[in-house]
């Protein structure tokens, strides 16, 4: 039943979509405050370190598990063990629910581009923003849900009726061409901010407190996890994204070097998006007479009230600067969001023998569902909550857990290297291994046990108690127990017998 696997039009086309999924919210407003508050322009020797120890050799374990397996994520863990497809599942639901609150946030991007044009958040942007927009519930009443707030419903709409018709439109015709089409007018978008940005009065305070190195930082265990959490994230590792975007390339292609233009060009944008964000506000601090400490933020508090401030401030075209600033926001956030459907819509359709269509229209559809969750009074605690534990104990968790089974006890690190070597520019070394084999699954453990005990001991935030339950460790043990039950059906979409890992060892335990 199964027709012919969707394929990738060119190598552009594959790379494009990679550094599309890649780039995204956390290059822009997660590097640049992450960097500074570990260390500035020290941090970039950890932060190196972590992309060429762990970053770049996951990216090359990832494309070839995909292109090997030609496998959705489950199917793909299925085919080396069968007793490791439940690994799959877990990261196709950890996908899931990522992106039903990552389409959120884009709502409120978009909303925002067009809130610029005429700087209708008025001089408090930050009551603007919790009040007025999002119409939040107080603190004491985090974790209720209170009614639908229309202003970020309705563009909720607007965002998953653009994702349903690009994934609808298949990998080809869709992703591909989505990808590339906006990747390079993000570029350039985000360029021309940059290039305001260096040019605004007191721009350079900003980059010396961006570039300035504290290299007393570097004895401190706690930057080195940053760093590697960082890269993590910001190069979609671990979420299935890369196995899924690397299954759809030709029998016959390059692997090596795909992963290294992919993590090189990411990077390459995360460190302009620091050089933008940093030269913004140190011309928010001079504007304000406040050494630039004071004005450093990340995540929400500098996009939607930060920025929107020194938008405020801009002498010439603040209104462009700010349409700029919030469709680079929209645009990298939206080729992101693709990728991480694209997860579970290619499992399910291998899984239940679907059409692509139906695929996309029950998984999508359900996640578009469930993030009206989020355009409500609550939801902002709850996307709070929702990220901070998923992304530990959904992504870097089953990321712990992949490396140690294809690492440790599937031992299929040599296959797989055989395998990138057999087609690639870049022949892997014994370096290759020792990365994945010790330095990634130590660090990674690390951070697993330091997040473990803070979040065992604090409530995260403080927040109340049934919410860290529910919607924090709630969902991220639910989202195992899923995966698990995943495990029961058929493969009903695949042809008839599935074809035995060429691993020596043989068959499935
Ligand atoms: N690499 C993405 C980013 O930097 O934002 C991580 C990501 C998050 C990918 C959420 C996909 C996604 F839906």
Not at 7 to 13: D, H, I, P, S, V
Not at 18 to 31: D, E, P, Q
Request: proline share 3%; glycine share 10%.
């Amino acid at each position: 039943m199964n027709k012919e696997r969707a394929q990738w039009g060119t190598r552009a086309g594959f790379i494009f979509a990679a550094v599309g999924s890649a780039i995204g919210l956390g290059n822009i407003w997660r590097f640049p405050s992450v960097a500074y508050e570990n260390g500035g322009g020290a941090f970039f020797l950890p932060y190196l370190f972590a992309l060429l120890t762990a970053g770049i050799p996951l990216l090359i374990m990832e494309f070839t598990i995909g292109q090997k397996f030609r496998s959705s994520a489950p199917l793909s863990y299925f085919k080396i063990r069968k007793g490791a497809e439940w690994l799959g599942w877990w990261q196709v639901i950890v996908s899931f629910v990522i992106a039903t609150y990552y389409a959120v946030i884009l709502a409120w991007s978009l909303s925002y581009a067009y809130f610029s044009l005429r700087t209708t958040w008025g001089e408090d942007t930050e009551g603007y923003l919790f009040n007025s927009f999002l119409k939040v519930l107080p603190g004491e009443n985090a974790g209720q849900i209170g009614s639908i707030v229309p202003n970020v419903f309705y563009p909720l709409v607007i965002i998953w009726v653009l994702a349903l018709v690009i994934l609808f439109a298949g990998v080809k015709k869709g992703i591909e061409r989505a990808n590339r089409i906006f990747i390079p007018l993000l570029v350039v978008m985000f360029g021309i901010i940059v290039i305001r940005a260096i040019t605004l009065e007191n721009a350079t305070d900003g980059l010396q407190a961006f570039f300035e190195p504290n290299w007393s930082q570097l004895t401190n265990g706690k930057v080195w996890v940053a760093a590697y959490s960082q890269i993590f994230f910001s190069l979609s590792i671990a979420f299935g994204i890369m196995i899924t975007y690397a299954s759809y390339l030709p029998k016959k292609t390059d692997i090596t070097n795909n992963a290294f233009i992919t993590g090189f060009a990411n990077s390459g944008f995360e460190l302009l998006a620091g050089i933008g964000v940093f030269a913004t506000l140190g011309f928010m601090a001079g504007q304000l007479g406040v050494p630039v400490n004071e004005v450093v933020t990340g995540g929400i508090g500098l996009a939607f009230v930060v920025f929107p401030q020194i938008i405020n401030e801009i002498p010439t075209w603040p209104n462009l600067f700010g349409f700029l600033f919030f469709a680079s926001l929209f645009l990298a956030g939206l080729t992101s969001l693709i990728s991480i459907a694209e997860v579970f819509i290619s499992s399910f359709q291998e899984k239940f023998g679907i059409s692509r269509r139906k695929s996309v229209g029950f998984g999508a559809g359900a996640a578009a569902l469930i993030s009206i969750l989020y355009a409500t009074q609550g939801g902002l605690y709850i996307f709070d909550t929702v990220d901070h534990f998923i992304n530990q104990y959904g992504v870097a968790l089953a990321g712990l857990v992949e490396i140690i089974f294809i690492a440790w006890i599937a031992r299929e690190l040599s296959v797989l290297q055989n395998h990138a070597n057999s087609m690639s520019d870049i022949r892997l070394g014994a370096w290759w291994k020792i990365c994945l084999g010790l330095i990634t699954p130590i660090v990674l453990g690390f951070m697993m046990i330091q997040t473990f005990t803070t979040d065992i001991q604090n409530n995260y935030e403080g927040y109340p108690t049934s919410l860290i339950m529910t919607a924090g460790w709630g969902i991220s043990v639910v989202a195992i127990l899923i995966g698990v039950l995943f495990t029961v059906f058929k493969w009903k979409g695949i042809n008839s017998s599935i074809p035995a890992s060429n691993n020596h060892k043989g068959v499935a335990k």
